[in-house]
């Protein structure tokens, strides 16, 4: 069974604080691993796909990356509008049509002014 | 905006009655999800579609049914409503069965 841990549950920085969310995922065969933030009220909002150990992506402040058991979301020098749920979420390569993302419980990131 | 829109976006009823949800796209995409998220639970798949009256279940599909008779519609289903079907219902839709775009979620309180 796919598994997904997020890490911590709830951060609060600073603004200019630089830091960093895990995921921790277990799938046989990783088709991709994907980022979304969550604005209360509001549905998941996709960021980056990955798909291979070693790879990395970038958007604004925001990097993720990617190994084998892991990956991480780098937030650098954070704004009180980078407040947000994080998400992460793992496809498996499992053949056919199945194409189900299996989340974590998200990161609560709150960045104060 | 990935051209989802859900109806109707809140919605209070009994215990016990049907309830139809609502997950409407502009751009012909072939696959379609429905997901409740609920604290402590994260995201979880109810149903999956991944063409016309091709249907799947998810981890979570007990008391749910969909049905998609077009490309642009998939419906979700709450045949008799429990009380632990009070959740925010996110449809979702793929292009090529990679990364998913969400909805803005349905809001349903069963009472």
């Known amino acids: 069974e796919d598994q997904v841990t997020q890490s911590p549950e709830a951060l609060r920085l600073q603004e200019g604080e630089s830091s960093s969310l895990n995921c921790s995922y277990t799938?046989?065969?990783?088709?991709?691993l994907f980022w979304y933030r969550q604005d209360p009220g509001k549905g998941p909002e996709f960021l980056f796909t990955?798909?291979?150990a070693g790879e990395e992506k970038e958007k604004e402040r925001l990097k993720a990356t990617l190994t084998k058991k892991e990956s991480f979301l780098h937030i650098t020098a954070p704004k009180p509008e980078d407040s947000a749920t994080y998400l992460c979420?793992?496809?498996?390569?499992?053949?056919?049509?199945?194409?189900?993302?299996?989340f974590g419980k998200g990161t609560l990131l709150t960045v104060n002014p | 905006d990935a051209g989802i829109t859900q109806s109707p976006r809140h919605k209070v009823t009994e215990t016990g009655t049907p309830v139809t949800l609502r997950c409407h796209q502009t751009?012909?995409?072939?696959?379609m999800y429905w997901y409740r998220q609920d604290p402590g639970h994260g995201l979880r798949l109810i149903h999956y579609?991944?063409?016309?009256?091709?249907?799947d279940k998810g981890e979570v599909s007990d008391g749910y049914s969909v049905s998609r008779s077009k490309t642009e519609d998939f419906l979700l289903t709450l045949e008799s409503a429990t009380s632990s079907q009070t959740s925010v219902y996110f449809c979702?839709?793929?292009?090529?069965?990679?990364?998913?775009?969400f909805g803005p979620g349905t809001r349903l309180t069963v009472l």
């Open positions: 799938v046989s065969g990783l088709r991709g």
């Open positions: 979702a839709i793929s292009v090529l069965g990679y990364e998913q775009f």
């Open positions: 751009e012909n995409h072939r696959y």
């Open positions: 979420a793992v496809q498996a390569d499992r053949g056919g049509s199945n194409y189900k993302l299996t």
């Open positions: 579609s991944y063409g016309v009256k091709d249907t």
């Open positions: 990955l798909y291979s």
